[in-house]
């Protein structure tokens, strides 16, 4: 059962941490250089669309997995690392919803309405969003990698 919990936690960060990387260091850079606004941010709008689909099934998976691993070992019991590694992981799923249901609505909007500088500045803040999900990501993989060493 551990096994198959680690494969679903691991699975669900890989989709999520490395989407970002992608999305932020290679697609977002090459369609703003070759897409104009309207070009880019209806196609921006649907690869989020399908990506968020994607990265609210990892969240599920990621914090289904993780704290059933926890309820396994009993809370208490649960090395230090872990309790770090929860609270990155909800602050990380608070910041998605953030994310999906305030920002995503905007440029979604922006972009039926041929709205570019509404659609735009959504588009922006999605994006600033997603960069500091990426480095809690990075920040919750070294916890993950090397927690248990700080606590020796």
Request: charged share 10%.
């Amino acid at each position: 059962m551990r096994s198959f919990l680690l494969l679903l936690h691991l699975s669900g960060v890989i989709i999520w941490i490395g989407g970002m990387f992608f999305a932020h260091f290679c697609l977002r850079p090459v369609v703003t250089l070759q897409l104009q606004p309207p070009q880019r941010l209806p196609l921006l709008a649907a690869v989020l669309g399908r990506f968020f689909k994607a990265v609210a099934v990892s969240i599920v998976a990621i914090l289904g997995s993780g704290f059933a691993s926890m309820a396994m070992t009993g809370f208490a019991h649960a090395p230090m690392h872990w309790h770090v590694m929860s609270g990155l992981g909800i602050v990380m799923a608070a910041i998605f919803g953030v994310i999906y249901f305030l920002y995503f609505p905007r440029l979604k909007a922006g972009v039926a309405d041929e709205n570019w500088p509404v659609a735009g500045a959504a588009m922006n803040r999605i994006r600033q969003l997603v960069l500091t999900n990426l480095l809690l990501g990075v920040a919750t993989i070294v916890v993950a990698t090397l927690g248990a060493n700080f606590a020796r």
